[in-house]
């Protein structure tokens, strides 16, 4: 059963660099088939959408972070990364990798919270 | 940037029927129609439905996703405690280059 794993640091100081890796198990990231996205959600609130990326690395992203999100692939490690630059409090929130299959997110990780604080 | 509209908050009776909406425009739902999702507090969200309005294995049959137009519904049929949940559309927007996400509508199983 494929299953995703967020990891990264859960606090981030203002200004600096948001790093966050998803682990992809029981299944690989190198299919044709998916896509490979991030998606966050700040507390109390809903989900916004910040980027994919195919195994080939494609990428697209949302207009509204796309200055400072950078999304990679590592098909040797079944990972994919996502780099979001000068970080502000608006930043802190869950953020989830997901899998997208036939225009979806069907498959989630279970997110990890990421709050940026001095 | 426009997201799709749903109603914050909806309230029915044990195994009662909800429908929720999600409304558009013709730059996403309809033209590409609407994924839903549900979340339960503190845990990830869970596919119940693909734009073409089937479920994922494992879903159940209580739960009817369907399209009119620029908006989406969500109908789950006898309600029950575990349905209650925050249900969530999403669609591509063509217009936009972006997923977009509805504000989210919290369902109470009362």
Known sequence: ?????????????????????????????????????????????????IGYIYYSGSTYYNPSLRSRVTISVDTSKNQFSLK???VTAADTAV???ARIQ????????????????? | QAGLTQPPSVSKGLRQTATLTCTGNSNNVGNQGAPWLQQHQGHPPKLLSYR??????GISERFSASRSGNTASLTITGLQPEDEADYYCSAWDSSLSAW??????KLTVL
């Open chain 1, 1 to 49: 059963q494929l299953q995703l794993q967020e990891s990264g640091p859960g606090l981030v100081k203002p200004s600096e660099t948001l790093s966050l890796t998803c682990t992809v198990s029981g299944g690989s990231i190198n299919s044709s088939s998916y896509f490979w996205g991030w998606i966050r959600q700040p507390p109390g609130k809903g989900l916004e959408w």
């Open chain 2, 52 to 57: 073409n309005n089937s479920r994922p294995s």
């Open chain 2, 100 to 105: 977009v996400f509805g504000g989210g509508t």
């Open chain 1, 102 to 118: 036939r225009d979806a997110f069907d498959v989630w990780g279970q997110g990890t919270m990421v709050t940026v604080s001095s």
């Open chain 1, 84 to 86: 979001l630059s000068s």
């Open chain 1, 95 to 97: 953020y989830y990798c």
